[in-house]
């Protein structure tokens, strides 16, 4: 006779993977941090998240924003009204969502409340101009900013101008009877650009006065392109002829130019110099589209089963050259004890194995960074967290009882997992657990890590069931044993 023996190897069971998902077809939910990150389209047309351009913000020095965002071509600071003309919104934006298009036509008015730079006469000062300029063609001619007004002059009315055109291809300040006290070229000031401008290429422009030292200067791109002191010998530390307004009129915005415009903004002060909005013009450091420092998104804390073990954090990321993206998390097992950085975020790979971190609670973060430049911004479709549940314990394998006068005796075998203690279950009826009138408490009972237990205040006559139910140290409580009967009598003495 042939006896085929046929032999298996018994593999440990793993939980099943379990994944929640951000992003990608879920969509993104609410989020606990979102600090310089926007929404962009993704993979498959899914809704990404990316750096929010570094678009300008409102402070105590802002005299004018045209940010362009919105349903309204508006002032931000709301100091300045706007009509605007035959100007239209387009999605090609350099910061935040749109830009203002330009035909060629009207483009923009501006009236200033008193107290604005254009809206105070004899308003004198420090100041900063600034905007986003991507021109359709560059002819000569095409203005990009006009004012013009009269001031009095030792009795006399003096012409006043300050305009922003194209000439061969560059930008061209002139700023016309504008600094009291100077005579130089018959009062006016001309700086130049150098670099040429090319149609549907953005460029950032700055024309920068500091009444401190008298400078005038133009910036491309936050490289220095013409300046000159406007003092009475045009040199540095001689003396400082300052901005003198005339009487207040309208100011145009892109009267004669086909294009785009995009944050057009302008800082004023009489120490401006001294603010760290106009320093970081100065320094060249406030052009960039993308903030060097990127952004941040944090999830809502997300609930799983006590004990759940991380096995990796999965993500769909798009990183152009020199862009980067770092993926954090941290669990727990209470959220609501949680601060900005504890549990301490701990900095995981995409699509790598991760041990030893559990917990009732999981928080994924993700940090944007951009290229050196400011120019491209990574995004980030999807992540998914992918971890597993821990097993509840087993019950315990077999359960006595034993019947005494008002109470049962209870007593079972030790379940084979690592448990932190049992719960006793007892009713009047089979599966119906629902005891209430035990001296022990309501069902179920905590009994703690033991393995015998009396059950007591019972009423004698009746009968009882019970089980026996085990859990962990993350406080996972298992399935119940096998059920158990006993009825209390009257015992003889």
Not at 458 to 473: C, D, H, M, P, T
Request: glycine content about 10%; some cysteine; aromatic content about 12%.
């Amino acid at each position: 006779m042939a006896v085929c023996l046929l032999l298996f190897t018994v593999l440990p069971a793993f939980p099943a993977e379990k994944v929640i998902e951000l992003g990608g077809a879920s969509g993104w939910p609410a989020l606990s941090v979102q600090d310089g990150i926007t929404t962009g389209t993704g993979r498959f047309g899914y809704t990404s998240l990316q750096l929010a351009t570094d678009a300008r913000r409102i402070t105590n020095t802002t005299d004018m924003l045209l940010s362009f965002e919105g349903s309204q071509f508006t002032d931000g600071t709301g100091r300045y009204t706007v009509d605007a003309g035959d100007s239209r919104f387009s999605s090609a934006a350099m910061m935040g969502q749109t830009a203002a298009a330009f035909p060629g036509g009207t483009g923009l008015v501006l009236r200033g409340q008193k107290g604005t730079m254009f809206g105070t006469e004899n308003w004198s000062g420090s100041f900063v101009m600034e905007f986003w300029l991507c021109p359709s063609q560059v002819e000569n001619g095409e203005m990009i900013l006009n004012w013009s007004s009269s001031r009095n002059a030792d009795g006399y009315p003096l012409y006043q101008m300050i305009s922003a055109t194209f000439d061969a291809n560059r930008m061209v300040w002139n700023l016309t009877n504008i600094f009291s006290g100077y005579t130089g070229q018959n009062g006016e000031v001309v700086l130049k650009g150098i670099q040429t401008l090319i149609p549907g290429k953005w460029s950032h422009h700055a024309l920068i006065y500091s009444v401190d030292t008298g400078l005038l200067e133009y910036q491309v791109n936050g490289m220095t392109e013409d300046l000159l002191y406007v003092t009475r010998n045009n040199q540095e530390g001689g003396r400082i002829c300052p901005v003198m307004l005339g009487v207040p009129s309208e100011v145009e915005v892109c009267p004669q130019y086909t294009g785009l415009l995009d944050d057009f903004r302008i800082l004023q002060d009489s120490r401006l110099v001294e603010e760290q909005t106009y320093r970081t013009v100065l320094q060249g450091k406030d052009f960039s589209r993308y903030p060097v420092q990127g952004g941040r998104i944090e999830s809502q804390p997300l609930q799983v089963a006590a004990g759940s073990e991380l096995v990796r954090i999965e993500a769909e990321i798009n990183q152009p050259l020199q862009t980067a993206v770092q993926l954090f998390v941290r669990a727990g097992d209470n959220f609501y004890e949680w601060t900005d950085t504890f549990p301490a975020w701990i900095p995981v790979e995409p699509g790598t194995d991760c041990s030893g971190i559990t917990g009732k609670y999981f928080q994924v973060a993700a940090h944007l960074y951009p290229d050196g430049a400011g120019v491209y911004t990574p995004s980030v479709t999807r992540i998914a967290v992918v971890y597993r549940e821990v097993d509840p314990p087993l019950p315990p394998f077999a359960v006595n009882a034993r019947a005494g006068n008002g109470y049962v005796e209870l007593s079972w075998s030790a379940s084979i997992d690592d448990v932190a203690g049992y719960y006793v279950y007892y009713g009047e009826r089979p599966g119906e657990y629902l005891g209430r009138f035990a001296v022990e408490g309501m069902s179920p009972v905590a009994v703690g890590n033991v393995t015998s237990v009396k059950i007591s205040g019972l009423q004698n006559g009746r009968i009882y069931y019970f089980a026996v139910a085990s859990e962990n140290k993350n406080g996972q409580r298992g399935n119940l044993s096998a059920e158990v009967y006993a009825r209390p009598l009257i015992q003889n003495n």
